[in-house]
């Protein structure tokens, strides 16, 4: 039973990083990928203004999972 406890906690250890790296990462670097784009700047805006919806979700998100995972490790 502790084997599938740990998995669990492993699994949500993995969401959450992935989750705190993956939108600041396109974030970060999307000013060097518009430069080699072409996009217009009005479809530029509209992808960060996306982004940083997505960035807001995510930082919720990983909240969440932190949450979770400081909760699920006391159970094993």
């Known amino acids: 039973m502790k084997k ?3 998995f669990v906690v492993d699994m949500i250890r993995e969401a959450m990083v992935k989750e705190e790296l993956a939108i600041p990462l ?3 670097h999307i000013e ?3 430069f080699w784009s072409g996009l217009s700047k009005e ?3 509209i ?3 996306n ?3 997505l960035e807001k979700d995510s930082e919720w998100h990983a909240q969440v999972l932190r949450k ?3 909760d699920y490790s006391k159970l094993i």
């Open 51 to 53: 982004l940083e919806i």
């Open 26 to 28: 396109y974030v970060s």
């Open 4 to 6: 599938d406890k740990q």
């Open 47 to 49: 992808i960060i203004k």
């Open 68 to 70: 979770m995972y400081e």
């Open 32 to 34: 060097q990928t518009f």
């Open 43 to 45: 479809k530029q805006d």
